[in-house]
């Protein structure tokens, strides 16, 4: 996007020439195809922040849009871990088309809990040619010129990922964080905040009570209840009035502060 995301206007906080697809619990907080016609579609599932997961035909309803309008779809699958539901596709490619018009990126980071390495790996398949250029060319030529690969060490521990012994302490670290986005979202549901997310992702979305703004419900969790979360609007203009919570904690403190929110 270097270079090319135009000025930034500061009145409505966006750059001139993204196009930006809000996604709100007016559309399920799955974007709608934006009216222009875009070269690159950039979408996020389970996603960050909203915790939110979009089910195989609506993503096969995005495909068959590239493909008609010849973009290219960025699927950014970092949590396909942790998807719970039997309706939510697990990689792009389960759609009919996607090969012609998807890349997808995965990362360790998420999975393994590998976000200090940096550890991730992209798919561009041979399949997806634009104008006339093959995007899997050219994304080799660029690795094979531009970088050097992540270090030995880093690889051996991705290789141990895919292990009897590392898929089942993944699977188990994995529901274990789970069970705290499921006790979070609950709790807080039952307290009365309107809550999204947490089913297929380790996220669970808040909507501010009382027309907070995500700063100043930021400041108000820290100030009286000496909790930190992510406000909303340090995602884009969507966010606002919004804010994140992550379940990636011991249970120990995701009951501690849940107790702490309830009581305010």
């Known amino acids: 996007m270097a270079g090319r995301t135009g000025v930034f206007l500061e009145d409505s906080e966006q750059w001139s020439d993204v196009i930006y697809m809000p996604c709100s619990k007016d559309n399920g907080f799955v974007p709608e195809f934006p009216k222009e ?17 979009i089910t195989k035909d609506r993503l096969q309803e995005w495909v068959d849009y590239a493909n008609r309008i010849g973009a290219v779809i960025i699927y950014d699958a970092a949590y396909e871990a942790y998807i719970s539901e039997e309706n939510v596709p697990h990689s792009i490619y389960e759609c009919e088309g996607a090969k012609g018009c998807a890349i997808e990126l ?8 590998f976000t200090g390495v940096r550890l991730a790996f992209t798919v561009v398949p041979k399949e997806l040619v634009i104008g006339g250029a093959s995007l899997h060319d ?18 051996r521990a991705g290789e141990a990922v895919y292990s009897e012994a590392g898929k089942a302490q993944i ?18 549901a039952e307290a009365g ?22 700063w100043e419900f930021f400041d108000y969790l820290l100030e009286n209840a ?3 979360g992510t406000p909303g609007s340090g995602f884009g ?4 009035h919004y804010f994140r919570l992550t379940a990636f904690g011991t249970h120990e403190n995701s009951l501690r502060a849940l107790e702490r929110i309830k009581a305010l």
């Open 237 to 240: 203009p969507s966010g606002e």
């Open 138 to 155: 050219m994304w080799a030529r660029r690795h094979g010129t531009k970088y050097n690969g992540a270090p030995y060490i880093i690889q």
């Open 193 to 214: 905040f309107e809550v999204y997310g947490g089913v297929n992702s380790p996220y669970i979305w808040l909507h501010t009570p009382n027309n907070m703004t995500s």
């Open 106 to 113: 995965r990362s360790f980071s998420k999975n393994a809990g």
């Open 226 to 228: 000496n909790v930190v």
């Open 171 to 188: 699977k188990q670290q994995i529901a274990y964080y789970m069970n705290n986005a499921k006790t979070i979202k609950s709790g807080l």
């Open 37 to 53: 016609d875009p070269d690159i579609i950039y979408l996020c599932f389970p996603n960050n922040p909203t915790g939110m997961a």
